[in-house]
């Protein structure tokens, strides 16, 4: 167990208390929180680097704990009623329509280069900005904040369809050069 190892067990660790400080409506708590966990993210990847902490377990583990840290804000978010219950599965059904793409393509192929796109990290970073959005607009009551993060969640749905359309396209356009 490595130290940035630690930071990494810390943020999953931390998981479920955010989830149900949001679930409970408990909007800047959750937030405070979600804030300590993405700075030991920022840690671990920092501390891994600088002192070759890096380990094999660590590259599969930070971003399963990244992806549960995040799913676990929007299943709290919808269960505080921040953000509607539909939206969580637009991200969820994203999320799993990419496991299966990527499963296919270990299983059925020798496809092996399993690479974020441009569009994936833009899903992911408008996910994490919209979630910090919401929070604060539900923790300090900001109706002019809530309003524009009614938009940011639009913009979540709309860059979950269009990372999950680019994924696919990417999988179909390296089966036909086969």
């Known amino acids: 167990m490595t130290i940035p ?9 931390m998981t479920p208390v955010i989830l149900l ?16 966990a993405a700075l030991t993210d920022l840690l671990d990847g920092a501390v891994a680097r600088r002192f070759g902490g890096e380990s094999r377990i660590g590259l599969y583990l930070d971003p ?20 509607p219950v539909w939206v969580v599965a637009v991200i969820f059904g ?13 299983r059925f192929t020798e496809f092996r280069r399993l690479e974020p796109s441009v569009w994936g990290k833009a899903s992911t970073f408008l996910q994490v900005m919209t979630a910090v959005g919401v929070m604060a607009a539900r923790g300090y009551h900001d109706e002019v904040l809530g309003r524009i993060c009614t938009g940011l969640v639009l ?7 269009i990372s999950a359309a680019n994924y696919t396209l990417r999988g179909i356009e390296w089966l036909r050069r086969r």
Do not use: P, Q
């Open 21 to 36: 400080e949001l679930a409970h409506g408990r909007f800047l708590a959750g937030g405070w929180l979600f804030g300590a």
């Open 94 to 106: 994203r999320d799993l329509w990419i496991v299966l793409l990527s499963g296919a393509a270990l």
């Open 64 to 83: 399963i704990a990244d992806k549960i840290l995040l799913s676990s804000v929007y299943i709290g978010l919808a269960a505080g009623g921040a953000v």
């Open 5 to 13: 190892n630690l930071f990494t067990a810390l943020r999953i660790f």
């Open 155 to 161: 913009g979540v749905v709309a860059l979950a369809a």
